[in-house]
């Protein structure tokens, strides 16, 4: 790997080692008292893993599906990963059942079932209309959100206050509730995922400028856009079932980094995954030390940075 890609392990090292410090109240090493030290192992610790390995996964998978559907705007919820999960949670919550298996809540447990449920629909429902084309996966994908986002809709519309609030809170995004359990949890969905993807970095160079090209190349574009389809689907289904759906960071974090490392994906894949870590553990970090008493959930802090971002893009593109 390039040095560039050394440099940013380092920083991403360094900012998993001091952002757990860093917050509304500031826990350094030295004299921490017995409080001070269980916050520090029990809370900041799992929330900064949780954060790192949630941006990393939604870096990534607006990386791939912005190359794999050659669109700039793609994201990592193009598919109704997002809106089938929130679904899933809306009826959970209104139900109001509480239990847990082997260490995962309920909660979760819905909005996986929900995303992974909204990931098949969206295959079988490209595979009628014709086959895994672009088009198809991303109709099938805006159709299925707005089917998803009206049955929740309706979901609210029948909760009580308490239950609604609830609903709003987990669509806002956030890493409040983020333990052990829950990196673990996460971990492998996203580890799997990544591995799934690095096995195509080359292919993804040739498959964002066109299908001929990569047939033409030897790549069986089919059978690579499956595997990145359901990698990517896998990655936001486990990140989604314990944070929520955090928004701009699947297309924020890869557009940066082309504007910064360029377009070769071989090595932007490794750029991304660490950046994208990097950038939700700083996000998080200013989300709990802007408030006191609380934690501002990740997702408005995410969105208050993207918007002014598009925004400095599109002025640029104007320009030119």
Known sequence: ????????????????????????????????????????????VPRVM?????????ALGGLVFQAMFRNPLATPYTLGVASGSTFSVALWINFGVNFSLLGVSGLSLAALLGALLSVMLVYHLAKWAGGLA??????????????????TMLTQYFADAGSMFKMMRWTMGSLGQADYDGVLTVAPFVLVGVIFIAQYR?????????DELALSRGVEVKRVRRVLFFAVSLMMAGVVSVCGPIGFI???????CRMLFGVVHRELVWLVILFGGVFLVWCDTL??????????????????????????????????
């Open 1 to 44: 790997m390039k040095p560039r890609v050394w440099w940013m392990v380092l920083l991403a090292m360094l900012s998993v080692f001091i952002a757990p410090s860093m917050g509304e109240a500031f826990l350094w090493l030295p004299e921490r008292s017995s409080t001070e030290h269980l916050v520090y192992w029990e809370v900041r």
């Open 50 to 58: 949780m954060a790192f390995l949630c941006g990393a996964a939604l």
């Open 134 to 151: 672009t088009v198809s996966l991303l109709l099938g994908g805006v159709i299925l959100s707005f089917f998803f986002s009206s049955l």
């Open 202 to 210: 080359s292919e993804l160079d040739v498959i964002s400028v066109g």
């Open 250 to 256: 699947g297309i924020m974090v890869p557009h940066f």
């Open 287 to 320: 989300a709990r030390g802007v408030t006191v008493g609380s934690d501002l959930p990740v997702g408005i802090i995410t969105a208050l940075i993207g918007a002014p971002f598009f925004l400095i893009v599109l002025l640029k593109k104007v320009r030119q």
